[in-house]
């Protein structure tokens, strides 16, 4: 049985993933599989781009479905080790000359339904951490950081998606780093309160000019921030997944790793 699937990535990317999994095989000592690193390369990535059922991939790509998840998440494991930290990225901002970079977060959604409770804790005190209030659903948030032209540099830690994206990048150590290297960050009005260095919008209405020009071209600088995060989302598991959200971090590093890397093959 034949699998068909078009996803959109670079011939470079399948390259990449492949090679990665002949060195884990080598690696490990494994002699023989029910799918050659290519095959198992591009079930993976399809799951990815495509997120199509597990037993659809299992059975187009003629393993069974638990054999598919293990093969998926060995692959998810290799990618998001080679995406870059928070001081890789903040050093290759500083290596182009940049002096300013963008921050903003992002909403995954999931079809989680519900969150393990705390036996010792009431119910009615108890909140669900992965339903996000802004935009009444189940999610991970991702913070990310690009430069000015919305190229996505980094993604951080997939927290749930109750977690205020003010928090979320405190939380990676996002303000704290730039300070050290000077870079000044463009964010908007969720990062009210940053700290020096985070240059945000000013909230209110019926600003005075001077402050109308400052939301204008703090806007204008952001905007392109959303650039990077619409790329991210062509991949469809990051628009509803089906799967953990933990695993929802690991696809979005295996995403930028992919983006970076790709071109370097």
């Avoid at 939301?215 to 509803?240: C, D, H, M, P, T």
Wanted: glycine content about 8%; aromatic content about 8%.
């Amino acid at each position: 049985m034949h699998y068909r699937a078009s996803i959109n990535l670079s011939e470079a990317s399948l390259q990449l993933t492949a090679r990665l999994i002949r060195k884990r095989r080598a690696a490990i000592g494994t002699h023989w599989r029910k799918l050659g690193p290519a095959g198992q390369a591009k079930l993976a990535l399809v799951y990815l781009v495509k997120h199509d059922t597990l037993a659809e991939l299992a059975s187009g790509f003629g393993v069974g479905i638990a054999t598919a998840w293990r093969y998926i998440r060995e692959v998810l494991d290799l990618l998001a080790a080679l995406a870059p930290s928070l001081e890789a990225a903040l050093w290759t901002a500083c290596s182009r000359g940049l002096r300013t970079i963008l921050l903003d977060g992002t909403c995954c959604e999931t079809d989680r339904l519900h969150d393990y409770r705390d036996p010792d804790i009431p119910w009615r005190e108890q909140v669900d951490r992965h339903w996000c209030a802004k935009h009444k659903h189940h999610s991970v948030t991702l913070q990310g950081i690009t430069d000015l032209d919305g190229n996505l540099l980094w993604l951080g830690t997939a927290y749930p998606g109750s977690v205020h994206d003010l928090t979320a990048a405190r939380a990676d150590g996002v303000f704290t780093l730039a300070r050290k290297v000077d870079l000044e960050i463009f964010a908007d009005k969720g990062y009210i309160g940053a700290g020096p260095g985070v240059t945000t919008p000013i909230r209110g209405r019926n600003l005075p000019e001077a402050k109308l020009r400052h939301n204008y071209v703090v806007n204008s600088i952001r905007a392109l921030v959303e650039r990077g995060f619409a790329q991210l989302k062509k991949w469809a598991i990051f628009n509803r997944s089906r799967c953990s959200p933990q695993k929802v971090g690991q696809a979005a590093h295996a995403w930028i790793a992919l983006t970076i890397h790709e071109g370097q093959i």
